[in-house]
């Protein structure tokens, strides 16, 4: 789906309900995302069925699961079944379960980023155990159906999707995607590049601006190492939203702003990106785009757009500017808490009993 169809879909679908003109296109809309819990389902159902008890053990976990919340994007050993536990089949389905949470962009991007595991194995000289493609983890927590509370997530190095359901509406996030190197050097695959778009379109947007709104957006001379809300569980920043207020940008660089969050958005399937989309039309001009470090593509630099209701996070500060972390989070709806919320109040509302 290109641009101008991608933001059409979305204005019409769900920027509708948001504006209360027309209630047929939040109906529809909301098809769409139940349309995504049934595929999850049945993706899940199929991966499940086709594990071994020891598997299972491994793979499946209760909803209400502490480890449902934890979650990491450095090389470490993970709780969840590995691919390199899986046969070929069994691999199959897990891919068809990645999918499920994924455009066809962002299942690429996926891909990719657990291939370079096999570049660094190469240019770190690694055994294979540190460094392996296979070393993603797959968990299910709940029972799947297309209602009740269930979830799932797909994890290892420099990849973290996670997605809940609840009463057959899903939320995705953290949404994480990471790579190591970010561009491909040496060897046979020199040149590749898995997350230019985030890259490049953030440094189109600071060169954008003039002088007098560069000094405003960069809040820090010095590029942060990392993301700032790293790997915790809640979605959080101290202070008020620091940068440059996208009510101060003008309409070509209101676009750029906007190219930008759309790159995030189109890494899930269309229904969830359309609800981004919503997010990102409703902040409206409430919306701050903040830098630190560098501006140009060889320099340690870093970015995030904040709304009130999710942020972006981007850096590319180590192994000489080029290792990229990128990660979506919402502040209130990561894990899907927003919606367990309204779940929990309205099963324990004795009026809402029907």
């Not at 109906?27 to 819990?37: K, L, N, P, T, V």
């Not at 007098?212 to 700032?228: C, G, M, N, W």
Request: aromatic fraction near 10%; include cysteine; glycine fraction near 8%.
């Amino acid at each position: 789906m290109n641009r101008r169809s991608f933001l059409y879909s979305s204005g019409v679908l769900l920027g509708a309900s948001i504006l209360g003109s027309d209630d047929s296109h939040a109906e529809e809309s909301h098809a769409h995302i139940r349309q995504s819990a049934s595929l999850m389902a049945e993706c899940a159902n199929r991966f499940v069925a086709a594990l071994d008890a020891n598997q299972r053990d491994k793979a499946m976990f209760p909803f209400d699961a502490d480890e449902r919340l934890n979650w990491h994007f450095i090389p470490k050993e993970r709780k969840g079944l590995p691919l390199r536990e899986m046969s070929p089949y069994q691999k199959h389905l897990a891919s068809a379960l990645l999918a499920a949470g994924l455009s066809q962009t962002g299942y690429i991007k996926a891909v990719t980023i657990m291939s370079l595991e096999d570049v660094l194995r190469i240019m770190e000289n690694d055994s294979g155990e540190r460094r392996n493609p296979e070393k993603y983890y797959f968990s299910v927590f709940g029972s799947p159906s297309e209602r009740g509370r269930w979830g799932y997530r797909v994890e290892g190095h420099h990849l973290r999707q996670n997605y809940t359901v609840v009463d057959g509406e899903v939320i995705d996030g953290p949404s994480f995607f990471g790579c190591n190197p970010a561009e491909v050097r040496q060897g046979s695959r020199k040149g590749l590049r898995t997350l230019a778009g985030e890259d490049d379109l953030g440094i189109q947007l600071i060169h954008a601006l003039d002088e007098q709104q560069q000094k405003i957006a960069i809040v820090e001379t010095t590029a942060y190492k990392d993301i700032l809300t790293a790997a915790s569980r809640k979605a959080a920043l101290q202070g008020q939203p620091s940068g440059l207020s996208a009510s101060k940008l003008n309409a070509r660089q209101f676009e750029a702003l906007m190219t930008l969050m759309e790159e995030y958005a189109r890494n899930v399937p269309d229904e969830l990106g359309e609800r981004r989309m919503a997010q990102i039309n409703k902040s409206g001009r409430n919306i701050y785009f903040a830098w630190a470090g560098g501006i140009n593509a060889s320099e340690p630099r870093y970015y995030r757009v904040q709304t009130p209701s999710f942020l972006i996070e981007f850096d590319d500060t180590q192994d000489n500017a080029n290792h990229i972390h990128s990660v979506w989070r919402d502040f209130n709806g990561d894990f899907g808490q927003d919606l367990l919320q309204q779940h929990y109040a309205t099963s324990h509302n004795p009026a809402s009993a029907g």
